[in-house]
C-alpha cells in the first residue's frame, strides 16, 4: 500500500536528513492515529498533516525546511521535528492552535504523513513497512494534481487570513485560475517563512 | 537580476543551511550590506535568489545582531505585503532572521532571506541598449540631430509608463521602495525564454520592451503613505534617469503619467515632487 512514499532530497538540507512523505485518501483510522500521537507513542512519531490543508507541494516543503532548519539550529518551538513541521505550516505562534487547524482529527480522510529520518535508522523501507501497516487507506501519489483535488481552499485561505485574495475557482478560464493559485501559494509560503516575527 | 559588478572575491563561509549545501549558490553581487546568490529552493528545479546579510566584525556583537536582525525582517515584511497585495514584485521563499553562526566557519553568521528568481534584463540593460541602438540609427542616416524616430518613442514611453504603473502600485500598497534605480527594475518578459541575450550586443535591433516590469531589492524599503516619502521615491528615481540614461531622460515625463493614472492619491504625491524638486531629497532642518 505504502507503494508510493517518497524520499524528498530538499535543496540546502543535509542530506543526512531525508525526508520521506506519503499521501492517503481515505483514511479509516484516523482516529487511531490520533490517538497514538496524543499517547505519544514513539513508534508513532510523524508530522500527520490534515491534507485538506494542503494547497501544494511547495506548501508542505516549506513547512519542512522551515522546521528542518529549525532543528538543525537547535531552536524548536515544539516537542520534535514532526511536530514542528506542522506547527510550521500554521502562521501563527499557537502550537495547539495549529495542530487543531492542520494537523490531524477524527474526521480526516486524505492523510499527509511526512517522517524525517533523525536517526540512521529510519530508512525508506522501515517508514514505507510501518505505514503500511499502521494507516488504514489508499495511498495516492503526493503530487500537486492529487493535492489540488483535496486542497479545501475556503479553509486554507481562513487559517492564513487572506480572505481578502480572490479564490482559486475551477470554474474560472485556466489562466486566472493559474495566477490566483499562484498568488495565494506565493502569500502562503510567506507567511510560513515570517511565523514569529515580532 | 544582472548587475554588472564583480562578484565577490572574498572567501565567505554562509550561514546554515548554506554552510555546508551540496547545492550551487552562485554569486550575483555583493554589497556593502548583503551579498545575492542565484541557487534553487524547495525543489532543484526552483530557481531562487538567496540574500545574505553577513555579520559585520566591527560592530559590537548586540548591535549588529539588532540591526541585521530589523533589517533583513523589514525587507521580508514589505515584500510579504506587496505580494498579498498582488504587487510585481519577487515573493519570499524562505527567512531566518535569527543569527546562526556557521560552525566550522570563521565565526561569522549572518541572517538570510530566500525569495523567488525574477528572470528578465534589468530596465537599465533595456535602456542602455535602447539608446545605443538610436544613436547608431543616428550614425546610419548621417543626421546628427537627436530626434528619436515616432515609432521608437513610442516604444519606450509604453515602458516609462509601465515603470510609473508599477511605482504607483508599490505606494499604493503603503510601501516605499527607497532605492528606485533602472538597475533595481527586471522587465520580466511575458514567455518564459523570450529574452534575447544572443542579440544583446547588437545595435541594429532595438530591444524588446515586452513585459512585465518586477520591483527587487527592497533592502531600503520601508511602510508609509505620505506624500513626502512617496515624491523623494519618485525624485530618486527621475535623478537616477538624469543621470544614467540621457536620451532617455526626455520621456521621463511619461513614468509620472502612468504613476498618475495608477491610484488615487497620486495626484497630491507629484504634487509634492515639485517641492522636493526645488530642494533636494534631504528636508531643510532650518527652522
Redesign the interface.
Known amino acids: 500500500m505504502s507503494a508510493s512514499l517518497e524520499t524528498i532530497?530538499?535543496?540546502?538540507?543535509?542530506?543526512s536528513l531525508a525526508v520521506h512523505v506519503a499521501l492517503y485518501k481515505d483514511v479509516q483510522n484516523a482516529s487511531y492515529l490520533r490517538q497514538q500521537l496524543l499517547s505519544a507513542n514513539a513508534d508513532f512519531e510523524y508530522a500527520f498533516i490534515d491534507a485538506a490543508m494542503v494547497m501544494s507541494?511547495?506548501h508542505v516543503?516549506?513547512a519542512i525546511?522551515?522546521a528542518v532548519?529549525d532543528y538543525?539550529?537547535e531552536?524548536l518551538k515544539s516537542r520534535n521535528v514532526h511536530s514542528e513541521i506542522v506547527f510550521s505550516l500554521s502562521p501563527t505562534n499557537n502550537i495547539a492552535d495549529s495542530f487543531r487547524k492542520f494537523g490531524i482529527s477524527d474526521s480526516t480522510g486524505s492523510l499527509l504523513v511526512v517522517k524525517v529520518a533523525v536517526t540512521p535508522e529510519i530508512t525508506h523501507g522501515s517508514v514505507a513497512a510501518h505505514l503500511a501497516q499502521h494507516v488504514q487507506g489508499s495511498s495516492i501519489p503526493f503530487d500537486d494534481a492529487a493535492i489540488s483535488q483535496i486542497s479545501d481552499f475556503a479553509k486554507i485561505k481562513k487559517a492564513y487570513k487572506?480572505g481578502s485574495?480572490p479564490s482559486p475557482a475551477a470554474s474560472q478560464a485556466n489562466g486566472a485560475h493559474d495566477n490566483e493559485k499562484r498568488?495565494l501559494e506565493?502569500?502562503v509560503?510567506?507567511?510560513i517563512?515570517?511565523r514569529g516575527?515580532t | 537580476m544582472t548587475k554588472s559588478d564583480p562578484p565577490p572575491t572574498t572567501s565567505y563561509t554562509p550561514p546554515p543551511p548554506f554552510s555546508n549545501t551540496t547545492t550551487p549558490l552562485i554569486p550575483i553581487y555583493q554589497g556593502a550590506e548583503a551579498h545575492l546568490y542565484k541557487t534553487t529552493f524547495l525543489t532543484p528545479s526552483t530557481p531562487a535568489a538567496l540574500k545574505i546579510r553577513p555579520s559585520k566584525p566591527y560592530r559590537h556583537p548586540i548591535l549588529d545582531r539588532r540591526l541585521t536582525r530589523a533589517r533583513i525582517l523589514q525587507e521580508a515584511r514589505c515584500l510579504h505585503k506587496l505580494v498579498k497585495e498582488g504587487v510585481s514584485v519577487p515573493a519570499v521563499l524562505g527567512l531566518d532572521w535569527e543569527f546562526s553562526a556557521s560552525p566550522e566557519g570563521n565565526g561569522a553568521g549572518g541572517s538570510w532571506l530566500v525569495m523567488e528568481w525574477v528572470e528578465g534584463p534589468v530596465a537599465r540593460v533595456v535602456l542602455e541598449r535602447w539608446e545605443r541602438h538610436i544613436k547608431t540609427l543616428g550614425r546610419n542616416h548621417g543626421s546628427q540631430s537627436q530626434d528619436v524616430p515616432g515609432d521608437e518613442g513610442e516604444k519606450v514611453r509604453g515602458l516609462m509608463r509601465k515603470i510609473g504603473a508599477a511605482v504607483g502600485s508599490l505606494h499604493k500598497a503603503g510601501v516605499i521602495h527607497g532605492d528606485l534605480t533602472t538597475s533595481n527594475l527586471i522587465l520580466r518578459p511575458f514567455s518564459p525564454g523570450a529574452s534575447t541575450e544572443s542579440r544583446d550586443e547588437d545595435e541594429q535591433v532595438s530591444p524588446s520592451m515586452e513585459g512585465e516590469i518586477v520591483m527587487i531589492d527592497f533592502g531600503l524599503a520601508s511602510q508609509s503613505v505620505q506624500d513626502e516619502d512617496r515624491a523623494v521615491d519618485l525624485y530618486v528615481l527621475e535623478r537616477a534617469f538624469g543621470s544614467s540614461h540621457p536620451r532617455t531622460e526626455p520621456f521621463f515625463e511619461e513614468v509620472l503619467v502612468g504613476y498618475r493614472e495608477s491610484y488615487k492619491g497620486a495626484g497630491p504625491a507629484l504634487k509634492r515632487l515639485e517641492d522636493v524638486r526645488m530642494r533636494g531629497r534631504k528636508r531643510s532642518m532650518i527652522g
Open positions: 532530497d530538499l535543496p540546502h538540507l543535509p542530506s507541494r511547495a516543503l516549506s525546511f522551515r532548519n538543525s539550529n531552536r487572506l485574495l498568488r506565493l502569500s509560503l510567506g507567511a517563512a515570517l516575527a
